[in-house]
């Protein structure tokens, strides 16, 4: 039986040319091949970049309209921007992603024009468990929120959740289990975060005893601030065609 080769996870970041996880660990290293990678990463860390708010539904257009225009190019940028989104969740399966963004895409031809499936479709990422978690910074990646979750250190409503992709509703609370490990796991990871992205305003977060409200309504539109820009047209393209 042949096994196939490990891909290492911090090569997906070289390959994209892309920190979208910011993880600074990506900094230290000193081979060759991260030498250009990390002085972009470091010129995006600048005051005036690394605060700057990127809007989800900005309409970008290119600055010269004949470039990138080729189907080998369109496909590559698509790819791309699909394994930033993936990477961007905590490295989603592509079957994952299509399943539920094919979803929002067909509720879009049920109900009317008026129907946003783009942001239907960040709502539903961002109801995720291992998301909130991260979002709240009780954890530094969404990796080290799913453990939190696979390992039974988190209660959703007093139940013990050990799926990390279990969606809330509104008016859940998240609580970290009562347990020392549990409890040092979160406050070493508050310790080192630099808290930005700021919590979004749907999460109510009391970092006293560690609780998160989930507050998310189909009213208001309460998106978190991204400082990464998630082309979701384009994922939405190679979602559909591939």
Do not use: C
Request: glycine fraction near 2%.
């Amino acid at each position: 039986m042949i096994k196939k080769r490990y891909k290492p996870f911090y090569k997906q970041f070289l390959r994209l040319r892309r920190n979208v996880q910011n993880r600074p660990k990506l900094l230290k290293f000193r081979r060759q091949k991260w030498v250009r990678f990390q002085q972009y990463s470091k010129n995006q860390l600048k005051f005036f970049k690394r605060f700057k708010i990127k809007d989800q539904y900005q309409l970008s257009v290119a600055k010269f309209a004949s470039r990138g225009n080729s189907f080998q190019k369109k496909f590559r940028n698509n790819l791309y921007e699909r394994k930033t989104f993936s990477l961007f969740y905590g490295e989603l399966k592509k079957k994952y992603l299509k399943t539920h963004i094919l979803r929002f895409i067909k509720n879009k031809r049920v109900f009317n024009n008026s129907f946003d499936f783009r942001q239907q479709t960040l709502r539903f990422f961002e109801s995720r468990l291992d998301t909130v978690l991260h979002r709240a910074n009780f954890s530094l990646s969404i990796q080290s929120a799913s453990q939190l979750v696979l390992h039974g250190h988190v209660y959703v409503n007093g139940i013990r959740i050990k799926t990390k992709s279990f969606i809330l509703r509104p008016g859940d609370i998240i609580e970290i289990a009562s347990t020392v490990k549990a409890r040092n796991l979160v406050k070493n990871s508050l310790d080192r975060s630099n808290f930005w992205p700021i919590p979004p305003k749907y999460l109510v977060v009391n970092y006293k005893t560690l609780q998160i409200l989930f507050m998310y309504t189909e009213t208001t539109n309460l998106m978190p601030a991204f400082n990464h820009y998630l082309n979701i047209n384009s994922v939405i393209n190679n979602i559909k065609k591939y």
